[in-house]
T-cell receptor, first 115, second 116 residues
């Protein structure tokens, strides 16, 4: 079952913040986040493995609430380079950290950052 | 980091012909390779999972006789689109993850297939 992302699209000016949400109808053990630029392959941003875990990469961070079966991606002080489509991905099975099954991706959130 | 090399990046073929797409893991052994298809402005949809030395597992609705997958070695997986038709035009992407390493999946650069 495909996770559901919201919003579908976000338009920002440089320096503004955004939040992208990902929710699933099935139990989650981990959540992946990827960013895809137009015409390119997705690039891994981060993975969250534990309930309530938060991670960060520069000014991009994420949280994971396994009880609510939700994850959120936070983009702080956005830069032009943040533009792209963001996907959350949920692996099959119980992720042990170093091995997962196939990924099911959300429908994507298009983020556009203007100068 | 893990690198997956995918070729060709773009291909235009005539309707009815076959096209082969290759994905190579350059610095790790990929026992499993995932093949995705992405239509414009849509998400990545998993087509099949290929495992080295065994038959691929196809997702529901994907024709195994049309999309032939071969994973003959630990570093090479191929997808052949047979008797291609215009509706097969899409962006095909492979991905894999080194066993035993933490982190996410690495994707190939993708193949833009246009069937005319």
């Amino acid at each position: 079952q495909q996770p559901v992302q919201s919003p579908q699209a976000v338009i920002l000016r440089e320096g503004e913040d955004a939040v992208i949400n990902c929710s699933s109808s099935k139990a989650l053990y981990s959540v992946h986040w990827y960013r895809q630029k137009h015409g390119e392959a997705p690039v891994f941003l981060m993975i969250l493995l534990k309930g309530g875990e938060q991670k960060g990469h520069e000014k991009i961070s994420a949280s994971f609430n396994e009880k609510k079966q939700q994850s959120s991606l936070y983009l702080t002080a956005s830069q032009l380079s943040y533009s792209g489509t963001y996907f959350c991905g949920t692996p099959e099975g119980n992720a042990g950290g170093t091995s997962y099954g196939k990924l099911t991706f959300g429908q994507g959130t298009i983020l556009t950052v203007h100068p | 980091g893990a690198v997956v090399s995918q070729h060709p990046s773009r291909v235009i073929c005539k309707s009815g012909t076959s096209v082969k797409i290759e994905c190579r893991s350059l610095d790790f052994q990929a026992t499993t390779m995932f093949w995705y298809r992405q239509f414009p402005k849509q998400s990545l949809m998993l087509m099949a999972t290929s495992n080295e030395g065994s038959k691929a597992t196809y997702e529901q609705g994907v024709e195994k006789d049309k999309f032939l997958i071969n994973h003959a070695s630990l570093t090479l997986s191929t997808l052949t689109v047979t008797s291609a038709h215009p509706e097969d035009s899409s962006f095909y992407i492979c991905s894999a993850k080194p066993s035993g390493r933490s982190g996410g999946y690495t994707f190939g650069s993708g193949t833009r297939l246009t069937v005319v």
